[in-house]
């Protein structure tokens, strides 16, 4: 089908005024309303569910690696064994940190002196 045939089946003329496209192409309540529905909600809860809080920003192992001073190689050879919380969803999947479990952990490990 030609250009001009999807035009007649739009409605749109062929010789059709731009600025009145302009005005049809407008953001129209629609499009408001779907930004407005995809903001977390005001009356207190989250729509990432309400563990949001306990867990904080989803961080790589990179972001982790620089947040502890170290390498990538160091957190998944030496603190993920000693206990570094993560999260993997499959046998073969990335490695997901989280922010506030990573500084939770180290200060649980300030705490008891170190890895032990």
């Known amino acids: 089908m030609t250009t001009s045939g999807k035009r007649r089946m739009s409605g749109l003329a062929l010789d059709a005024n731009p600025?009145?496209?302009?005005?049809?192409?407008?953001?129209?309540?629609?499009?408001?309303?779907?930004?407005?529905?995809?903001?977390?909600?005001?009356?207190?809860?989250?729509?990432?569910?309400?563990?949001?809080?306990?867990?904080?920003?989803?961080?790589?192992?990179?972001?982790?690696?620089?947040?502890?001073?170290?390498?990538?190689?160091?957190?998944?050879?030496?603190?993920?064994?000693a206990g570094l919380p993560y999260f993997r969803s499959g046998p073969n999947s990335k490695l997901v940190f989280f922010h506030d479990q990573v500084i939770a952990w180290i200060f649980q490990q300030q705490t008891k002196g170190g890895r032990k």
């Not at 903001?39 to 904080?56: A, D, F, I, M, Y």
């Not at 961080?59 to 050879?77: D, H, N």
């Open 19 to 81: 600025l009145t496209l302009q005005a049809f192409l407008r953001p129209g309540l629609a499009e408001n309303w779907a930004r407005h529905s995809a903001t977390p909600q005001s009356h207190g809860q989250s729509t990432l569910g309400p563990n949001r809080n306990l867990l904080g920003a989803p961080l790589s192992i990179r972001e982790v690696a620089q947040l502890l001073g170290c390498s990538a190689w160091t957190v998944r050879q030496r603190h993920v064994p």
